[in-house]
């Protein structure tokens, strides 16, 4: 592509704003929230759960959302879908997108439900609870994918947190069409092992139309059935082209076909937050594979990107990451090769 | 007082939700922003602003609720009174302040204006840059003012960035009937330089009906027309009971009656973010007087919790300024005396 218009990765997911607050297990424990998870809440449970929380800070996020960030912050092109209302929160979501450089062309929903809301719980082991009060968010439509946008990115990446979501199911077949009719790769994430095991079905038959899976090893283990990272890796790369599992401070395993690489940790880091350590992680990866980077370099610039949001509060990069890459010797090409 | 309603300090001041960005020089200086200072804007230049800032963190804020928040980590009780609108912002700036403690009562406005946005600019050198839209804030009025948590609260605690709003006139003079109709004590800050320049005579009237004055030594040295920060106390000295002027890395200077004291910075700090320095040495200070304890030490609580909040991005504690107190031999006992 040549235009100005084209892009590395377009991510289609859920636009929220996370209210980031620190509490201890005692309280997650008294909510009844499991710990390290993400469950759905309707408005009520909401705000009950933040009622019992401490004063929070407020930052845009959304999993998709904060991985097309970190293709920015690296020096990529990224557009972003996904749905806000009009409202304060929704005005302060596309403000961020858009001024780290990300593409966001959705309008907000005139009316009905408000912008999607997560509360983050950060307990002092540095990992994160959420709770997503998805509102207007969950209603991305089939009417808000722009086939000229997918069309004219390499790769189109699927937010795991949309599968079984009613309303998203056309969405998501629409932008893959729109991908397949363009020659590009389609990217999923699976998201959370929770959301994996209760929509298994919609998941096995997704992950059958894509070309690149990006998971941690619970999800990864949970859609396969299988024990360990190296399993599931296998079975994966037997219906993925290429494929990362991440695995925590063990680093991730990567496969594409029968190349398999193991990739570590990106730097010791004092880990403040892990909010957003996979969608970085796929930042790196996603764009690496855009540029048609070598395996091992997609997987070393994702652990660069996760290193650098696990250090600090928050699911987006607060340094620039094409610094950091260039530092690594991972310097990207202003323009991708497509 | 004994009634579980009773509170060290009563807070009034704008219902603020900032907006925290990393910005430089250049951008302040290309936005036509006057580095340092507090500034008033309407929706349109406030928008003009934002859409030129890189990506944000949403804080609760507001210079009194600020320091309403630091008097509550301390260990004391405080009240706020300010205006949010029933929106999103609203909602988070009611929630952080209960969550940290702080009893809030007023209602809010069901229509009209927003709740108020500040845009705070945070430039390398760690000093901020403040463009406020006050929306609903600036229309606290005369019936949001309780006198019974008035009466009930040692100290009644004004915010300068009120004065010369025409709708808080009535607010600020029903506040202090209420304090003087109870006995009560009545605190001002100054709050900025440039405001206090711009509504000198109305600063002039309300500072010669207070007890408790807190300003920075710009502040200080501009109401009075002195040059430096010891005459500037001496003056004001003579006119309140208790006067405190703060000269950033130098400390600051106390006077009461016939005394003085100066106060060192609380310990060695490595700056991130002024914003709310001067809040939350307002809030050490103001709680020391409600316990009536000896004036250096206030200073000292004041210097202690200044400290803790330029150590991060934000305008409120993080951590538990009672313990830092305790720690520093100037543990508060629960109860005031009052």
Chains 1, 2 share one sequence.
């Not at 001024?99 to 062309?105: C, F, L, N, Q």
């Not at 968010?137 to 790769?155: K, L, M, Q, T």
């Not at 941690?216 to 859609?223: K, S, W």
């Not at 594409?256 to 990739?263: K, L």
């Amino acid at each position: 592509m040549t235009t100005s218009r084209s892009f590395d990765v377009t991510a289609l997911g859920n636009a929220i704003v996370d209210v980031l607050v620190h509490c201890d297990d005692a309280l997650l424990d008294k909510l009844d929230l499991d710990k390290s998870t993400m469950s759905l809440v309707d408005a009520t449970r909401a705000e009950e759960i933040y009622g019992a929380l401490g004063p929070g800070i407020e930052i845009s996020g959304g999993s998709a959302a904060n991985t097309a960030t970190g293709i920015a912050s690296l020096g990529g092109r990224a557009a972003f879908i996904g749905k806000v209302a009009d409202d304060e929160l929704g005005g302060i979501f596309g403000h961020d997108l858009r001024a780290t450089g990300v593409a966001y062309d959705v309008p907000a929903a005139p009316a009905g439900a408000d912008t999607a809301r997560c509360l983050v719980m950060v307990t002092p082991d540095a990992q994160r609870t959420m709770a997503t009060h998805l509102g207007v968010a969950g209603s991305v439509a089939e009417a808000d994918i722009d086939p000229v946008v997918i069309a004219a990115s390499e790769i189109l990446f699927i937010e795991g947190y949309l599968v079984g979501l009613p309303g998203a199911a056309a969405a998501i077949a629409a932008a893959v069409r729109a991908a397949r009719r363009a020659g590009r790769r389609v990217a999923l994430t699976l998201s959370d092992a929770g959301w994996v095991a209760a929509r298994r079905d919609a998941f096995r038959t997704l992950v059958g139309d894509v070309d690149i899976l990006v998971a941690n090893e619970a999800e990864a283990c949970e859609l396969t059935r299988c024990r360990r990272a190296e399993a599931a890796l296998e079975t994966l790369a037997g219906r993925c082209a290429a494929v990362a599992v991440t695995c925590s401070e063990r680093g991730a395993l990567l496969g594409a076909g029968a190349e398999t690489v193991a990739v570590p940790v990106g730097g010791n880091v004092d880990v403040v937050d892990t909010t957003g350590a996979g969608d970085l992680f796929a930042a790196g990866f996603l764009l690496g594979l855009a540029r048609r980077r070598p395996l091992a370099d997609c997987g070393r610039l994702g652990a660069l990107a996760a290193a650098e949001v696990i250090s600090h509060l928050g699911a987006r990069p607060e340094r620039n990451l094409a610094e950091l890459a260039a530092a690594a010797g991972l310097q990207l090409a202003p323009e991708s090769p497509g």
